[in-house]
């Protein structure tokens, strides 16, 4: 079932009202947090399995939410057979909140990599692996006509840090049905992840999540956000223009595959954006396929640079990946 703007409201998990915590112990401390929600760690009392409990609150900003809730539980449900998305285990209902019993994804938000000093922050390697991941389950999600539409560092998950585990998709909170009939135009998610389309009140479709995917991949690889400008309106402006630094200063040691990987994603029209399935395709994450290493085509990118260019500094070798 689902309504005009694109929501699924029909669920199959069946809905417990008895305590949580009858059944589980709160362990630790708080996994993170988000503008409605509180997930913490659990421990299941009869299985004794560690659980992330996600505790949505019913009422905000005065509005009953009951429904957006319902839509995640919906969509979490419906990529169940997907394994780069979060499993959901249980849900529970009090008089203000829904819980959400999730599979625990304990290496933590992709975020902390992609900010960290250079020893702990991923590598190429690292990144074409996991952006292989994120694609492959978001290729089941646009298979079935969901778009995530909250792509970004802090919703893509580790199952474990270090060693660098598999990717987990969560939080599905803006995630809707597309399909022929229904135009999403509403829904705004985080500035700097925002697609075009949405700034311009034009309809979303699963294009929106790969403008996303390319932003995410830009942070992976440098540490730094493509469009995040001084202040909000300043971030809108770059988005809009499409004002993007590829240049090598922050570029540096990165194939030149991955960038134009990146930039076959950062492009105005949703339409001219590569789909899912032209992304999986795409050279750069082929590199493995075809017995290359990205050392040896880096190697090759910088004998062939440093030909045209014989003045150009070549970077360290620590420098690179
Ligand atoms: P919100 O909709 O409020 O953004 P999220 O679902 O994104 O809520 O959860 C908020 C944060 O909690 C995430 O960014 C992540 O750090 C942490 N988190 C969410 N789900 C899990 C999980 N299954 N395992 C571990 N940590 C989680
Ligand atoms: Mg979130």
Redesign the pocket.
């Given at each position: 079932m689902m309504n005009r703007n694109g929501m699924v409201t029909k669920i199959r998990t069946r809905i417990r009202t008895d305590p949580f915590k009858n059944n589980y112990d709160l362990v630790g401390r708080e996994?993170?947090?988000?503008?409605?929600?509180v997930?913490k760690k659990c421990v299941e009392k009869t299985t004794g399995k560690e659980h992330?409990a996600?505790f949505l609150r019913k009422r905000r900003k005065g509005q009953d939410c009951r429904g957006d809730i319902l839509n995640e539980i919906a969509v979490l449900e419906s990529a169940e057979a997907n394994p780069y998305v979060?499993g959901l285990h249980e849900v529970y209902e009090t008089t203000s909140e829904i819980i959400l019993v999730?599979?625990?994804?304990a290496g933590?938000?992709i975020f902390n990599q992609c900010v960290a000093d250079n020893d702990e922050a991923f590598t190429e390697k690292d990144v074409i692996r996991l952006a292989r991941q994120i694609l492959m389950g978001v290729s089941c999600l646009h298979q079935n006509n969901i778009v995530h539409l909250d792509l970004k560092p802090?919703?893509i998950?580790l199952t474990s840090a270090q060693p660098l585990g598999d990717i987990?998709i969560?939080?599905f909170?803006l995630s809707r049905r597309v399909d022929s009939v229904s135009e999403v135009r509403e829904i705004l998610g985080t500035p700097e992840y925002v697609a075009p389309e949405i700034l311009d009140y034009e309809p979303i479709s699963t294009a929106t999540d790969m403008w996303s995917i390319g932003v995410l991949t830009y942070v992976m690889l440098t540490g730094e956000s493509p469009f995040l400008g001084e202040e909000k309106q300043e971030t809108f402006l770059n988005i809009s223009q499409v004002n993007v630094d590829y240049s090598q200063d922050v570029f540096q040691g990165i194939s030149d595959l991955a960038v134009n990987f990146i930039q076959s994603l950062l492009i105005k029209n949703p339409r001219k954006r590569s789909t899912v399935e032209q992304c999986l395709n795409h050279s750069w994450l082929r590199l493995d396929s075809l017995h290359q290493t990205v050392d040896t085509c880096l190697e090759e990118q910088e004998a062939s640079q440093s030909e045209s260019e014989p003045e150009s500094p070549v970077p360290s070798p620590e420098l690179l990946i």
């Open positions: 996994l993170g947090r988000g503008k409605f929600a997930v992330a996600k979060v999730l599979e625990c994804a933590g938000e802090q919703n998950l987990r969560v939080d909170g």
